[in-house]
């Protein structure tokens, strides 16, 4: 969904190296989330945030953090990479409110390796 | 906690035969969401099942709902090469507003 940036696509790194994701929306959606994907695990929730101030732990947010910085930007770093961070990262955004269920809009993901 | 469990992981098929992936939750959903993948590229949103034994259609695809709202499954009549990629289900964690997504079926179709 072009309406979801991230930069940068792709990414080489080494170990013990501090690394910055962004994701922008221009959406207007309040929620945003940070995925990763490694292969035959399916998406797992890193970190999500219901609006500006309210910032959530996922399943797997050991090694990671997250700042939003306003509405609609979404930052993920790993502090220190490490290669099991190897993967794919996407990040994604939904409308509060929406009735049953919020969908979720991804961004295009960027590829991440850690040597 | 909860958990998505979705069968199977991968599928080969020649085109025109049929495809089918099944989700199945360890607690009652109140909707299920159906996203795709295609190869490169990232999940989007397909369709979402509200009621319990909901049954919707696009095109050559359907979309079923469980009547005691804890499996559900995505068919494809006579797949297209088009339809490549990985198929995932995702359901409310709970009571909350978080997705849990599927790991995911990956579709392959030789042409």
């Known amino acids: 969904d072009a309406d979801v940036t991230q930069t940068p696509r792709n990414r080489i790194t080494k170990t013990g190296k501090r690394i910055m994701l962004e994701c922008s929306q221009t959406?207007?959606?309040?929620?945003m989330y940070w995925y990763r994907q490694d292969p035959g695990l399916g998406l797992r929730l890193i970190y999500y945030?219901?609006?500006?101030?309210?910032?959530n732990k996922g399943e797997i947010s050991d090694g990671y953090s997250v700042s939003r910085q306003a509405q609609a930007k979404f930052s993920l770093s790993l502090e220190s990479a490490i290669p099991n961070q190897t993967a794919l990262y996407f990040c994604?955004?939904?409308?509060?409110?929406?009735?049953?269920?919020?969908?979720?809009?991804f961004g295009p993901g960027t590829r991440l390796l850690v040597l | 906690g909860q958990q998505v469990m979705q069968i199977p992981q991968y599928q080969h098929v020649q085109e025109g035969e049929d495809f089918t992936t099944y989700c199945n939750s360890s607690?009652?959903?109140?909707?299920i969401q159906w996203y795709k993948q295609r190869p490169g590229g990232h999940p989007v949103f397909l369709i979402q099942?509200?009621?319990?034994?909901e049954v919707k259609k696009q095109k050559r695809l359907t979309f079923q709902f469980g009547e005691a709202k804890k499996n559900s499954s995505l068919h494809i009549t006579a797949t297209q090469t088009t339809d490549v990629g990985t198929y995932f289900c995702?359901?409310?964690?709970?009571?909350?507003?978080?997705?849990?997504f599927g790991k995911g079926t990956k579709l392959t179709v030789n042409p």
């Open positions: 994604a955004t939904s409308d509060r409110g929406q009735a049953p269920q919020e969908t979720q809009y």
């Open positions: 959406k207007g959606h309040d929620r």
């Open positions: 945030s219901f609006d500006v101030k309210d910032i």
């Open positions: 607690t009652t959903l109140s909707n």
């Open positions: 099942l509200v009621k319990s034994g």
């Open positions: 995702a359901g409310p964690q709970g009571g909350s507003e978080k997705l849990v």
